[in-house]
């Protein structure tokens, strides 16, 4: 199925042209529009963005620096796609952290703020009643913030925002599974009840058990749509990219693992329990 095309840069912005292109297309990775495994074509991503190919050249160059792009010799750019390990490794730190964040704003979030993650659940209640999953990921990314800034800390503000880029390439699978924006819904409620309450420990395992519930979503979505058959790529891709054929259909790489390593590896993209 094709993809929209990428809104055209405004040129009233004080940046460099350059730079607009690199976050225009930076954006377009994050949250899924260029599709992990998506083959970058300088001369069709310059028409959409309405620019020449020169700063889409340089601006895919930085992208692979920051390892959301890898350049096959002979082949081209393509979207990376992230292991199971990756995956694995990032939502441990994101439930540990998530966890912290709430027992911190058990002690520090005002009753202001709590108001405001009260206000979000509303929000994410209607989207599901719309069943508008493109909405949801973007209130429920706030919500994940707001919960963050009741924890006063900028410190680990900061650490979050790092991890939530790598885990926003798959939100929308995740919040797309069936039923999972309900019960999304529902843990998040929970957090802000205890927090509400004051009771830390309830706080921190909740938060904690939210990302392990998410996650799980995401291996379930990912699981089904194999199932189905819809690893939405070519198998020609994987030889003729330098691309391992066996991805799922978030753009999550499959380690197949050797005989006699651990069995403890993730297979289809998560950290063993649960994403978002």
């Known amino acids: 199925m094709p993809r929209e095309p990428l809104i055209p840069i405004r040129f009233d912005s004080y940046k460099p042209l350059r730079e607009l292109v690199f976050e225009s297309l930076r954006q377009a990775i994050m949250t899924g529009q260029l599709r992990p495994g998506e083959r970058l074509m300088e001369v069709q991503l310059a028409n959409e963005l309405g620019v020449s190919r020169t700063p889409v050249r340089e601006a895919i160059r930085k992208l692979e620096l920051e390892g959301l792009v890898v350049m ?5 750019a393509y979207v990376s796609r992230m292991s199971t390990r990756d995956i694995q490794e990032v939502f441990e730190i994101r439930a540990t952290l998530e966890g912290l964040a709430a027992t911190l704003a058990v002690e520090r979030a005002t009753e202001q703020e709590l108001d405001e993650l009260q206000a979000l659940l509303g929000r994410i209640a209607e989207c599901i009643a719309r069943n508008d999953v493109k909405t949801m990921v973007e209130v429920d990314t706030e919500f994940h913030r707001q919960l963050f800034q009741c924890a006063h800390n900028s410190r680990l503000v900061q650490i979050m925002q790092n991890l939530r880029e790598y885990v926003q390439r ?4 995740s919040l797309a599974y069936p039923g999972r924006m309900k019960v999304a819904l529902d843990e998040h409620r929970q957090v802000v009840q205890a927090i509400r309450r ?3 420990e309830q706080a921190q395992a909740l938060a904690y058990w939210h990302i392990v519930s998410a996650e799980k979503g995401l291996m379930d979505a990912i699981r089904q749509q194999e199932a189905a058959g819809q690893a939405g790529r070519p198998e020609s891709l994987g030889s003729a990219a330098g691309l391992p054929n066996s991805t799922g259909p978030a753009g999550i790489v499959q380690e197949h693992r050797q005989e006699g390593e651990s069995h ?3 297979h289809s993209g998560g950290v063993g329990r649960g994403a978002q």
């Open 170 to 173: 798959f939100r929308s699978t």
């Open 72 to 76: 096959i010799p002979r082949k081209g």
């Open 264 to 266: 403890g590896e993730v």
């Open 198 to 200: 004051r009771d830390r």
